[in-house]
């Protein structure tokens, strides 16, 4: 059974960077695609970035534009979400979500597999 396990978050001030990574195993990431989520506290999760198997990105949070940057290494089995600039507003827990299928979706419930999240904080 697929497992994901996200790794790399911690406490940075503003306009730092940190780099996410996303680890599976049970199986091999080259056929799903894999998007990143995050929640902020008392909001609603949303998704930020999807990456799929060819590579194409899928934007799920304006906001990151510029920013944020997905990438996959299919070698590795893990895919990343590169964080560059942080505002206070990108505090949240960050989870990546992988999909059945090789595209991604700009549904929450198409995917199925979830990891247990990694929490971001961006503070003075």
């Known amino acids: 059974q697929l497992q994901l396990v996200e790794s790399g978050g911690g406490l940075v001030q503003p306009g730092g960077s940190l780099r996410l990574s996303c680890t599976a195993s049970?199986?091999?990431?080259?056929?799903?695609?894999i998007g990143w989520f995050r929640q902020a506290p008392g909001k609603e999760r949303k998704g930020v970035l999807c990456?799929?198997?060819?590579?194409?990105?899928?934007i799920g949070a304006s906001s990151v534009k510029g920013r944020f940057t997905i990438s996959r290494d299919n070698a590795k089995n893990t895919v990343y979400l590169q964080m560059n600039s942080l505002e206070p507003e990108d505090t949240a827990v960050y989870y990546c979500?992988?999909?059945?299928?090789?595209?991604?979706?700009?549904?929450?419930?198409?995917?199925?597999?979830w990891g247990q999240g990694t929490q971001v904080t961006v503070s003075s």
């Open positions: 990456i799929s198997t060819s590579g194409d990105v899928l």
């Open positions: 979500a992988a999909t059945p299928w090789a595209y991604c979706s700009g549904y929450m419930h198409d995917y199925n597999h």
């Open positions: 049970g199986l091999t990431l080259d056929q799903n695609a």
